[in-house]
């Protein structure tokens, strides 16, 4: 091997090492089959790079030129699927310089100054949040849309509402269903939030201690669509609190996206009957001819435990690390990888699954006339009548327990019945036991009366198209 050929070595930190890597140490501390996805916003980083070396005096612009020139080709042969990934590669930063050596040469060996992989993931693993999280948010509307059409389109539908899932008051389907969007639209805002802190570009920090080159780290940020810089090079090497509040709003997008999943098993269910999800979205049995299973909400239910693992996972690689930069950094990636993909999907699928959503209205709203759920408006029609809640709420108690005594429901109740528990009942009381007035009071900020559901609905759409 000549001395110039041992410059550029196969591994690129190889010079103060006398013995090879052991090839099983090769395997364990590689990355290069997580991180490759990182390909894009490698070169985009690199590019950048150049461009603020270029500015700093440190290349000649012919050299930038050609370095830049060497990793778009490198780009494209990756995306083409005609790069060689080669096991020696500890991750991708390695395997594209290294490839950028052989396509240019010595000038190849200059993209590195100023730089350490440190930084330079660093920055990798923000570009590629920013964007992932721009597709969650859109994921997110998207999920959104389906349910205010679904709600728009089934207005008039009333089924029980339920604590502790015992039938308790009647509201809208559609009151319901907005529930998920107001969730969803905390989910975007946690998301927003994180972005902000993702939009950091910490380039410059070198491997820990900043850099020697009098680089603009200002004017890479510029170039790169970074509205701040990272103040403290020990600091941005080492934080990677932008993946962990992206994993934290993750895991709360999959409870909220389980909570439905959950609710739509339920409503599918013979038992309720209350839903039936399209057949497209649903599996059969290999022994009983007569199943049809909600194979996709049971999935999207168990993903959430994944999706809260990975968040889990960070957290702990986090916790206790001296500073700065250390190796277990490098397990950030998998987690948050396999997070992200498996919340795209299951709100890619959830937004389909309610498009395809039938609602059995009739079996709703029987539902929501039968096991007293218009006690609450006897009790507050007492009220009315002069009588404390406390006592009114006792009476009423009092009734539903005759009436189940005796097999009934409440909606056949007659004045003389009602009068047998207290005077304070008149003719007007029965008029309190219709589903549809016992919706219409609910007429305050959030209530579930149609005029007031019509109202959020309409904003929440004009919010949506706003943002779409
Ligand atoms: N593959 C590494 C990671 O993902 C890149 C940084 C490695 N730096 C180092 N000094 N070993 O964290």
Redesign the pocket.
């Known amino acids: 091997m000549t001395g110039r050929r041992k410059t550029w070595q196969k591994k690129a930190w190889a010079g103060r090492f006398r013995g090879k890597t052991d090839p099983k140490v090769e395997a364990f501390t590689s ?1 290069l089959a997580v ?1 490759r996805r990182l390909y894009r916003q490698d070169i985009a980083g690199s590019i950048a790079h150049c461009r603020t070396l270029q500015r700093a005096g440190v290349l000649a612009r012919r050299e930038a030129e050609k370095l830049i020139a060497g990793l778009h080709r490198i780009e494209r042969e990756i995306s083409e699927g005609r790069f060689r990934f080669a096991p020696e590669h ?2 991708i ?1 390695m395997a594209i310089e290294a490839r950028l050596i052989e396509l240019v040469g010595d000038v190849g060996g200059k993209l590195h100054t100023g730089r ?3 930084d ?2 660093a920055l990798d693993l923000r570009l590629y949040l920013r964007e992932e999280v721009a597709g969650l948010l859109a994921g997110l509307r998207r999920f959104q849309e389906s349910l205010v059409a679904l709600a728009r389109r089934e207005i008039s539908v009333v089924m029980p509402g339920y604590t502790h899932l015992q039938r308790a008051q009647p509201v809208l389907l559609a009151h319901h269903l907005l529930a998920y969007v107001e969730m969803a639209e905390r989910d975007k805002g946690r998301l927003r939030d994180a972005l902000r802190r993702i939009n950091v570009m910490p380039l410059g920090s070198g ?1 820990l201690a900043g850099t020697n080159y009098p680089l603009d780290r200002e004017y890479t940020a510029r170039l790169l669509g970074f509205p701040a810089v990272s103040q403290n090079s020990l600091d941005a090497v080492s934080d990677r609190d932008f993946v962990a509040e992206t994993l934290a709003a993750l895991a709360l997008v999959m409870a909220h996206a389980s909570r439905f999943a959950e609710e739509l098993v339920l409503w599918s269910s013979q038992e309720f009957g209350f839903v039936e999800l399209p057949d497209a979205f649903c599996t059969g049995s290999s022994m009983m001819p007569q199943k049809k299973n909600p194979d996709v909400p049971e999935l999207i239910r168990a993903k959430t435990g994944r999706v809260y693992g990975h968040l889990l996972a960070l957290l702990t690689v986090l916790k206790g690390l001296p500073l700065s ?1 250390n ?1 277990d ?2 397990e ?2 998998a987690p948050v990888f396999d997070a992200l993909e498996t919340v795209t999907g299951c709100l890619g699928l959830l937004a389909s699954l309610v498009g395809g959503l039938s609602v059995r209205r009739r079996a709703m709203a029987r539902a929501a006339t039968a096991g007293f759920l218009l006690a609450t408006e006897l009790a507050d029609y007492l009220v009315l009548k002069g009588v404390p809640f406390r006592r009114a709420h006792a009476v009423v108690g009092r009734i539903v327990r005759d009436r189940m005594d005796r097999g009934k429901d409440l909606a056949d109740v007659s004045l003389d019945d009602l009068r047998s528990f207290s005077r304070a009942f008149e003719k007007d009381a029965l008029d309190v036991l219709s589903v549809e007035g016992a919706l219409e009071r609910k007429a305050s900020i959030g209530g579930t009366a149609r005029k007031r559901v019509e109202a959020r609905l309409k904003v929440l759409q004009k919010e949506l198209r706003a943002e779409g």
């Open positions: 990355s991180d500890e991750d930063h350490s992989r440190n330079q993931v491997a930069y190796r950094l490098q950030d990636k």
